[in-house]
């Protein structure tokens, strides 16, 4: 039966430094690769090997995934990287610390853009230091100056449609590795979680989710694959 892997990448710079990433590109920290080095030691350990990956075009993510896929023998599997999996851009909060914004604006104010489903921060202007736009990564591409919960879930649900089902119901395991953001998008739409209840939804970083999925396609309940 198919099999599908999601995995948030590990520990980043700006996670440390918390502040507000997004689309900006950092590294992971040395305990986000080895928070990645434990995910695939538990894929090998477990025996839910990959056959085929996909992640962002994002540092940490590809980073994440390739420690994750040399721990478990993997490295050689064919990978997708597209920008449909990006962490959701946080438009003009890009960079900024989160504690300093909660001073600025309000927590009540930094909540809801942080939080809920449907309202974006305010957007990015265009030549901001932190504006990926002329990255050549994303050439063509019509990057986005802002994005809500909501925003990410439209661009993130028609790539798992169009490039990953088949892959799925070819019989490949696959792995995702990406965001917070992203992997929220596709965590609500197989769980079937409310507008409401995604927002509370925590994805902790470096820890394999799995979905099992049967013969119709139809996924089973997501559990961690620490606590199978």
């Known amino acids: 039966m198919p099999v599908l892997i999601l995995v948030r990448h590990g520990q980043s710079q700006w996670n440390l430094e918390n502040r507000f990433t997004g689309w900006w590109d950092v590294d992971v920290t040395e305990k986000g690769a080895e928070e990645a080095r434990a995910a695939g030691r538990l894929l090998l350990e477990k025996g839910v ?124 395991t696959v792995i995702i590795s990406a965001h917070g953001n992203s992997l929220r998008a596709l965590v609500k739409h197989l769980s079937n979680i409310s507008d409401e209840d995604i927002t509370g939804l925590e994805i902790p970083t470096g820890q394999p989710i799995v979905y099992e999925f049967d013969e119709a396609m139809q996924p089973g309940e997501r559990y961690y694959l620490k606590d199978s």
């Not at 504690?99 to 930094?110: A, I, M, N």
């Open 49 to 172: 090997l990959p056959t085929m990956a996909f992640t962002s075009l994002q540092t940490r993510a590809i980073k994440t995934l390739h420690l994750a896929l040399e721990e478990c023998g993997r490295l050689w599997i064919p990978e997708v990287k597209d920008w449909h999996l990006n962490e959701r851009h946080y438009g003009g909060l890009t960079g900024l610390d989160k504690d300093e914004t909660r001073e600025k604006h309000g927590e009540e104010q930094v909540h809801i853009w942080r939080r809920s489903f449907d309202t974006p921060p305010p957007p990015m202007e265009r030549g901001d230091r932190y504006d990926p736009g002329a990255d050549p990564r994303y050439a063509g591409i019509d990057v986005p100056q802002t994005e809500s919960l909501k925003l990410t879930i439209e661009r993130v649900l028609p790539y798992w449609q169009s490039d990953i089902v088949p892959q799925l119901a070819g019989g490949e």
